[in-house]
């Protein structure tokens, strides 16, 4: 999944350290013209990067440009919708990554988590626009998810105690199917967690330890198999993200609000290709 590779790529940013503490040290705020230069910056690097990694490793520029509907999570798609949720996922780790990477220098948290989200959504398009260039062609679909993973992002770094109860998270499995693990759908989770110990009504009580899970898989799709799994479901796990925090492995915490860990959770499941 290219989205995933450009997402793996940016959110190295989001582990440096703890964005508040850094703003901390700043000493003034920052024109307008500064921030517009930086993020600009930002994203033509990014797109430069993609162009480059395009053209080299997914045909951009090989075809004459065109789009087309791919559709949402149907069967009859060429992944049951997992690669839109890809799109979706990537766009709001890039954006917090970038938002981030804007509060170290000096943006207001505010203006960072805007900037970041426009700035992921700038990239994210344009590898789209390449895609358009390629055998793959330009998505609709993919589009409106990347706007959509852009706007979580920018909602839930602007507003801390919203992400102090919700995240949204891909899991990869123990079992890889032998091919690239970025294209590996059949082996990837897409979920919201909902943390109970951003509740003030239970945030003192041992349900405090616990999250509530709702996500989507998809099997069967990228190896064509007759037997085709659409999963939605939900789950309660541990709180993992918390735990770590708490006992001052922020890195860690700061990861796993963004990745979950297979085996740390009960779930419930529905395959709507089920009967």
């Not at 890809?86 to 948290?109: M, P, R």
Request: net charge neutral; aromatic share 18%.
């Amino acid at each position: 999944m290219k989205s995933l590779l450009c997402c793996i790529f940016f959110c190295l940013v989001a582990v440096t350290g703890s964005a508040q503490e850094r703003f901390s040290k700043c000493t003034s705020e920052l024109s307008l013209s500064e921030k517009n230069t930086k993020s600009l910056s930002v994203s033509l690097a990014g797109i430069g990067v993609i162009t480059i990694w395009g053209a080299l490793k997914w045909d951009y520029f090989s075809q004459s440009p065109h789009a087309g509907s791919e559709g949402w999570f149907a069967n009859t798609t060429k992944e049951g919708g997992a690669d839109k949720l890809g799109h979706l996922y990537s766009s709001y780790v890039i954006s917090h990554a970038l938002s981030s990477l804007y509060e170290n220098w000096c943006f207001e948290k505010e203006k960072a988590a805007l900037y970041g989200s426009l700035s992921s959504f700038a990239i994210m398009g344009y590898m789209e626009v390449g895609d358009s260039f390629s055998e793959y062609g330009f998505s609709y679909e993919d589009m409106i998810a990347n706007f959509l993973g852009c706007a979580a992002g920018y909602l839930l770094y602007k507003y801390p105690d919203l992400a102090g109860k919700f995240s949204l998270r891909w899991e990869y499995g123990f079992k890889p199917n032998g091919t690239d693990f970025l294209t590996d759908y059949d082996n990837s989770k897409y979920l919201l967690a909902v943390k109970l110990n951003g509740f003030e009504s239970v945030n003192k009580t041992f349900l405090k330890h616990f999250e509530l899970h709702m996500g989507y898989y998809a099997r069967g799709f990228s190896d064509d198999k007759d037997k085709k799994e659409r999963n939605f479901y939900l789950g309660i796990g541990l709180n993992l993200t918390d735990l770590f925090r708490r006992y001052s492995w922020k890195k860690t915490a700061v990861v796993l609000d963004y990745i979950q860990i297979p085996g740390t959770y009960l779930q419930y499941k529905h395959d709507f290709n089920e009967n």
